[in-house]
């Protein structure tokens, strides 16, 4: 069965400090791999990662996919409290999308 | 352009009564998904239709619920005899994914299901 984890659960952290937000996967015919950010009720889209070792970037968000160990990880630099949020994970394959639980990250002043 | 949109945004039911959530997907948008999500849980994928290929229903909990997506376009999520655990927001999204290229999902704003 196909298993997206994501770590960890939830992190509270304050303004100005980095985080790096952990997802791991075990799906085979695996296609891609997606971030988003849901703050409300709609998850809002990061990044998208189908290669390994390339770093995509935007703004203070950052992620890599590494297909060789099966995990991703998301950064986010010099955080700001309008970053808290759930992050989400999702790999996808064939269409379909296994999502993790999400990280909640709280960002305090 | 507009995005993707569900209606209602909001549904309060009696146990044992059927549902009918709608989605409408950004106009020229091949792939639809649904999923449910819980309080405080992640995306529970339901269903996924790609053009006019068989949908994948892998996804669905039970036989209660349903789905079907008329003319390519719109689609509708039935939840029949609903249960007080079907509870959850229910969302939406559409992806142009074309030729087994995937691209990202965009979301609805979901509606979120109270069965009382």
């Known amino acids: 069965e196909d298993k997206v984890v994501q770590s960890p659960l939830s992190l509270v952290v304050h303004e100005g400090d980095t985080v790096t937000l952990n997802c791991s996967y075990e799906?085979?015919?695996?296609?891609?791999l997606l971030w988003y950010k849901q703050e409300k009720k709609a998850p809002t889209f990061l990044f998208m990662l189908?290669?390994?070792?390339i770093e995509k970037k935007s703004g203070r968000l950052s992620s890599i996919l590494d297909k060789k160990e099966l995990f991703s990880i998301l950064n986010i630099t010099a955080t700001q409290t309008g970053d808290s949020a759930v992050y989400l994970c999702a790999v996808i394959k064939a269409g379909k999308s296994t999502f993790g639980d999400g990280t909640t990250l709280t960002v305090k002043p | 352009g507009a995005g993707v949109s569900q209606s209602p945004s909001n549904k309060v039911t009696e146990k044992g009564k059927d549902v009918e959530l709608r989605c409408d997907p950004i106009?020229?948008?091949?792939?639809l998904y649904w999923y449910r999500q819980s309080l405080g849980q992640g995306l529970e994928f339901l269903i996924y239709?790609?053009?006019?290929?068989?949908?994948?229903k892998s996804g669905l909990p039970s036989d209660r619920f349903s789905a079907e997506r008329t003319g390519g376009s719109v689609s509708t999520l039935t939840i029949q005899r609903t249960q007080q655990e079907d509870s959850a927001v229910y969302l939406c999204?559409?992806?142009?994914?074309?030729?087994?290229?995937?691209?990202?999902?965009?979301f609805g704003p979901g509606t979120r299901l109270t069965v009382t």
């Open positions: 239709f790609q053009g006019n290929s068989a949908p994948d």
């Open positions: 799906v085979t015919n695996f296609r891609s």
């Open positions: 189908t290669s390994s070792g």
């Open positions: 999204a559409s992806s142009p994914q074309l030729a087994g290229v995937q691209y990202e999902q965009y």
């Open positions: 106009s020229g948008h091949t792939a």
